[in-house]
């Protein structure tokens, strides 16, 4: 049964038996993965994942149900599934979003030309890059992790009041982690990248960064343990704003999860500090022009010139505080409850230079990446003990990279501590809340400890 007539016959079954609002979400996600090691396929992926949730609200009690299957047993099991289950659910009834006067972006993110770039060019190109890799350097001893993956995600959402909505989004990651040995020593680092445009993708200029990367850790030194003036670079400091991302949910403050709990329209950083969050990136992974509970999308401010001026809200959240949602309800897949999180969210860029933020700095730290965020990190008091990688600097200028560090602070107070900040805006590839970003940030000063 197709999409359409499925959803016709739900909301007319359900109607019959008595649900005043009926809502359903549907999901497609389309994955492809490929490694390789020394031009040999290491490992193939393939799947395609769709699924439908609904939402009812049968005696003045909302419940839930979902399948992978559209035919008429599976309407028939759905909305018996809310009827059994909207009773036990504790809680306030959520409401549904009817659309009515919302006004909605018409962006489509969706890439065709990406979708129609074939598994053997990508593993074609894959190759190629590996090729020169090795090619590039005789201190490279092998690629530990070589990978193409790309993935799109189509939604729609519809309920019986004529709300109708449809996103899509698209994109692809290469991604190596290079090994090179000089004498004794042995380093490793980590390339990434996330496009939509497959035929802007230069082999030559991967390979290249992807080695240097590693072969900048060679040759590293301990330094005296400190406080150190520190440029967190622009991957590590998007991976600490991931991690306590969590902090700017209503949802966490509501909960007295967050230690910005009554914090609204206060300073919490440095002027320096604008924080946003834009649904409309073109390259974004998570952009979309409406929530999961569609509620249009618009940017946001979190923080303004150091200052708080809002949370990210869904309807709940926002009806607990008396305010509007912010198009940030949010469910990992169909499968999912409503959640809270952020789309496309960055520390928003200055014109200046990344070499400038070091540039005058009489002794400091650069931290390239950072370690154990999930173990070393608490995300409700903004404490952190994290394992990291970097560069000594003496007099403005890079002297080498460091032994591995350990950097102890607290997020909150590194957020007053941020003296400057760069042009150099990259996202984290490896956030589970959003698409977070930040270009790179000059602290005041961090404890580091050398291992």
């Given at each position: 049964m197709d999409l359409t007539t499925f959803r016709k016959q739900l909301f007319t079954e359900g109607e019959k038996l008595g649900f005043t609002d009926l809502e359903l979400y549907y999901e497609k996600q389309e994955k492809f993965s490929v490694k390789i090691f020394k031009g040999e396929i290491d490992g193939y992926?393939?799947?395609?994942?769709?699924?439908?949730?609904?939402?009812?609200?049968?005696?003045?009690?909302?419940?839930y149900a979902y399948t992978e299957k559209l035919d008429e047993d599976s309407i028939a099991f759905l909305l018996k599934s809310i009827q059994e289950n909207a009773p036990l659910l504790e809680g306030e009834p959520e409401e549904l979003f009817t659309g009515e006067g919302a006004d909605y972006q018409k962006t489509d993110y969706y890439s065709t030309a990406l979708q129609h770039v074939t598994a053997e060019e990508k593993i074609a190109f894959l190759k190629e890059v590996e090729k020169k890799i090795y090619a590039y350097d005789p201190r490279v001893s092998q690629t530990d992790y070589a990978a193409i993956q790309d993935e799109s995600i189509e939604k729609g959402l519809f309920n019986n009041k004529g709300l109708t909505l449809h996103d899509r989004n698209n994109f692809l990651s290469v991604i190596f982690s290079v090994v090179v040995k000089e004498g004794e020593e042995i380093k490793s680092d980590l390339y990434f990248k996330i496009t939509k445009d497959f035929a802007a993708l230069d082999a030559e200029k991967i390979a290249k960064e992807a080695v240097e990367k590693s072969?900048?850790?060679?040759?590293?030194?301990?330094?005296?343990?400190?406080?150190?003036?520190?440029?967190?670079k622009n991957t590590a400091a998007a991976s600490l704003v991931a991690t306590f991302a969590s902090s700017f949910s209503a949802e966490a403050v509501q909960k007295g999860e967050s230690r910005l709990k009554g914090k609204l329209d206060?300073?919490?950083?440095?002027?320096?500090?604008?924080?946003?969050?834009?649904?409309?990136?073109?390259?974004?992974?998570?952009?979309?022009?409406?929530?999961?509970e569609g509620v249009p999308t618009n940017e946001l401010n979190l923080v303004e010139n150091g200052k708080l001026v809002s949370f990210f809200h869904n309807l709940k959240t926002a009806k607990k505080d008396g305010v509007n949602s912010t198009g940030h309800g949010y469910k990992s897949s169909y499968k999912e409850t409503i959640g809270v999180s952020p789309s496309n969210l960055y520390v928003v860029p200055t014109e200046k230079m990344y070499e400038a933020l070091y540039g005058n700095l009489e002794e400091g730290i650069i931290i390239?990446?950072?370690?154990?965020?999930?173990?070393?990190a608490d995300p409700i008091s903004g404490d952190f003990s994290l394992a990291a990688n970097g560069f000594y600097v003496k007099n403005g200028k890079i002297i080498g990279p460091t032994t591995l560090m350990t950097v102890a602070g607290n997020f909150f107070e590194v957020l007053q501590d941020i003296e400057e900040v760069g042009a150099d805006l990259e996202f984290s590839p490896m956030s589970s809340s959003g698409y977070i970003g930040s270009p790179?940030?000059?602290?005041?000063?961090?404890?580091?400890?050398?291992?």
């Open positions: 992926e393939s799947s395609t994942v769709n699924g439908v949730s609904v939402r009812g609200l049968y005696n003045g009690q909302m419940g072969l900048s850790q060679l040759g590293e030194q301990a330094y005296p343990n400190k406080n150190y003036p520190v440029i967190l206060e300073k919490i950083a440095s002027k320096q500090v604008t924080l946003l969050d834009n649904p409309f990136l073109p390259e974004g992974t998570h952009s979309g022009n409406f929530d999961s390239t990446d950072l370690a154990g965020l999930h173990s070393g790179s940030l000059k602290l005041k000063g961090l404890a580091v400890t050398f291992d």
